[in-house]
């Protein structure tokens, strides 16, 4: 059975660093495009950052740029999600997902219906 699991939220202060894991089981990573969105309270879901397979080509959304820096651990079957210079906006439950679909330049990375295996979310506060 194919399975994300996210990992590495928590509360923490503006200006500090997380990183968030996605851990596939039932499947390897390597074959497919991994995604991270995030759903803050009363807004729809948003991409934040990809990594798509086959190019290695990484996306970020534009408030994410320069802070945000996703990753894969192939041997760990692993997608990672380092966020540094965290700001209260990026509070929220992130989720980690996974398509075939090679995003080439241009592709619409952050259509969340492209992607077909979705984790269960791991909240992110940042705050004071």
């Known amino acids: 059975q194919l399975q994300l699991v996210e990992s590495g939220g928590g509360l923490v202060q503006p200006g500090g660093s997380l990183r968030l894991s996605c851990a596939a089981s039932?499947?390897?990573?390597?074959?497919?495009?991994i995604g991270w969105f995030r759903q803050a309270p009363g807004k729809e879901r948003e991409g934040v950052s990809c990594?798509?397979?086959?190019?290695?080509?990484?996306y970020y959304a534009d408030s994410v740029k320069g802070r945000f820096t996703i990753s894969r651990d192939n041997a760990k079957n692993t997608v990672f999600l380092q966020m540094n210079s965290l700001k209260p906006e990026d509070t929220g439950v992130y989720y980690c997902a996974a398509t075939p679909r090679i995003m080439m330049v241009g592709a619409q990375w952050n259509r969340d219906s492209w992607y077909d295996y979705w984790g269960q979310g791991t909240q992110v506060t940042v705050s004071s």
């Open positions: 990594f798509s397979r086959g190019n290695g080509i990484t």
């Open positions: 039932g499947f390897t990573l390597d074959y497919y495009t």
